[in-house]
């Protein structure tokens, strides 16, 4: 049986609430981080990371991609390979028919975050299709092999997604992941194993379904006989009080954001600001020149990285110099994309709360001014404008009137019919230069009472 691990957005303690209990998980964590507390997880050899090979267009050795093209599931022997397509890019078949192309599985490679998506073909014909990536055991291990880490996230296909792993042809486990806006993390000992021993993770599609697919992770892992690793982390889409960088294919931390994170620190250090920036994309695209026309003298530095969630943020405080710098005032954007990516109004008003703690523990003396999450799509009739209607109300609750400020500029940047215009956002999500120019008006005369101590 596969070993399935609790799940890590329960709240610690029923009889907190649950905004509390969400920040005092984050201050737990943040002692791991600092090595306050210690952890007694098991560390296992790392023989392989699926997401090395899916995003590689040479294969790392001992890996291969397939399909049963003939619908038989388990007899190895008999599958076809999925080669790399350039064009695309990620693995599909290649060099066959068009008919036997369509039928055929494929993984594409997302071009932010270098994720390989699985989409496998539905059942046509009566034959399972499944998509099947191998990996050969380069030497005799001493241990037990596991696959651990297993994330699986299906966030698009109805009928769920199989999930089937083999050693050779021996079926280990089988199960079907239902649609989730959050990863299905899983391990399973696999055994003693031998060199030569073909490790084979499968991912089909439900009987009478059009397609199926998702984001997959794992790792494959020796441990000790008699020993087994710490629970299975969520690496795809982890709990609001998991501190953690944006990660790449192979669950690191992405090279692209940790230079953007180290050049940001350097900016911190070198200019030492007396005015910060810090959020997500809606951040970093703020037109510096035009901040700077008013707050020029203050030396601002911009912390926005795009994509970021909460848990990216709290990462960058607890990694950064801001304990260093002491600015004045911090103005702190971030929220939207933890709502996109289902989490609750508890947990994202709970993280906002542990990155206001986290700066201030940092750098005590600076003020912050927190913003409301802007509203996004065509109108404010949208759903999801209700929602962020609700968590901004929850949010000013956290300002105090002493170090934590909070400004909401939406109305500013919605027309008097309720319409956001494509002038104001282009893309219903990101704001554009005429948008800017407008949530300066409201921001400018706050910024000026906060940077000059004004009552």
Request: hydrophobic content about 40%; proline content about 6%.
């Amino acid at each position: 049986m596969i070993t399935p691990t609790r799940n890590s957005r329960d709240t610690c303690s029923a009889t907190l609430p649950l905004v509390s209990a969400t920040v005092f998980r984050l201050a737990v964590a943040l002692l791991l981080l600092t090595g306050a507390i210690a952890q007694a997880d098991e560390e296992g050899k790392t023989l392989a990371i699926y997401g090395d090979a899916a995003v590689a267009k040479t294969l790392p050795p001992g890996w291969s991609f397939s399909w049963n093209e003939s619908g038989k599931i388990g007899d190895g022997s008999a599958y076809s390979p999925l080669a790399y397509d350039e064009t695309l890019p990620g693995y599909r078949a290649l060099g066959v028919s068009e008919a036997l192309q369509e039928a055929a599985p494929f993984h594409t490679i997302s071009k932010d975050y270098k994720k390989a998506n699985i989409v496998v073909k539905g059942n046509k014909t009566g034959a399972p299709h499944f998509y099947i990536a191998s990996f050969t055991i380069p030497e005799n291990p001493t241990g037990d092999i596991w696959i651990n880490n297993g994330n699986i996230l299906n966030k698009s296909f109805t009928d769920g997604v199989i999930l089937q792993i083999y050693v050779n042809n021996e079926l280990k486990f089988e199960s079907l992941f239902k649609k989730s806006s959050f990863a299905h993390v899983f391990q399973q000992n696999l055994g003693h194993l031998k060199k030569g021993d073909a490790v084979r993770v499968a991912i089909g599609a439900p009987e009478k379904s059009k397609s199926s697919g998702g984001v997959l992770f794992y790792e494959i892992q020796e441990f000790p006989s008699g020993t087994k690793p710490a629970p299975a982390r969520n690496i795809l889409s982890p709990a609001i009080d998991v501190l953690t960088p944006q990660v790449a294919a192979n669950g690191k931390i992405d090279p692209s954001y940790a230079e953007k994170h180290k050049l940001q620190c350097e900016q911190l250090s070198t200019l030492k600001p007396e005015l910060v920036l810090l959020g997500d994309s809606i951040t970093a695209r703020w037109p510096m020149p035009l901040l700077a026309e008013k707050f020029g003298k203050y030396h601002s530095v911009n912390l926005g990285i795009g994509g970021d969630w909460i848990q990216n943020v709290l990462w960058r405080i607890q990694n950064g110099p801001l304990d260093q710098i002491h600015p004045k005032v911090i103005v702190l954007l971030i929220g939207t994309n933890n709502i996109t990516a289902g989490f609750s109004d508890e947990e994202v008003v709970g993280g906002v709360s542990a990155i206001l703690t986290a700066i201030h523990k940092k750098t005590p003396e600076s003020k912050i001014l927190l913003e409301a999450i802007l509203p996004r799509g065509p109108s404010l009739s949208e759903q999801i404008n209700e929602r962020i209607r609700q968590v901004n109300v929850k949010l000013a609750t956290l300002a105090n009137g002493k170090d934590v400020f909070f400004l909401d500029v939406s109305d500013k940047l919605v027309e008097p019919d309720g319409t956001i215009s494509a002038e104001v956002m282009p893309d219903k999500l990101h704001v554009a230069a005429p948008g800017y120019t407008r949530w300066l008006e409201a921001l400018a005369p706050v910024l000026d009472n906060l940077l000059n101590d004004k009552k």
